[in-house]
């Protein structure tokens, strides 16, 4: 995997969830599916994320898109998954910028 420390990756999250991020980070724990992994993305892969957020039903959710600023600390929980990067471990809220994009209604 090539080096991304320094640059940000993204994840979308329904608003939701944000307080809970804004205060614990992005956990693990509370991931749903398969496997307990963060998905993150590149900002070109933006878009084509969206769309499959849009093809899975998530169109129920108002949408955040935050900003994941990667240091050592994240760099080495990071997985390559496809075009895509799964964290293995919690991201700290500290490695979460505080502005965001909102999106709603994906329909």
Not at 48 to 53: A, C, D, F, G, Y
Not at 69 to 97: F, G, H, M, Q, W
Request: aromatic share 8%; hydrophobic share 45%.
């Amino acid at each position: 995997m090539k080096n991304v420390r320094g640059v940000y990756l993204l994840h979308w999250t329904p608003i939701c969830n944000l307080p809970i991020i804004r205060q614990h980070g992005l956990l693990t724990t509370l991931a749903q599916g398969a496997f307990r992994i963060i998905w993150l993305c590149t900002p070109e892969n933006a878009m084509r994320v969206l769309k499959h957020l849009k093809k899975v039903r998530a169109w129920r959710h108002d949408w955040a898109l935050l900003f994941i600023k990667i240091n050592a600390r994240t760099e080495s929980s990071l997985r390559p998954c496809k075009e895509y990067l799964v964290s293995i471990k919690d991201i700290i809220p500290e490695d979460i910028e505080p502005t965001c994009l909102f999106l709603r209604d994906l329909s």
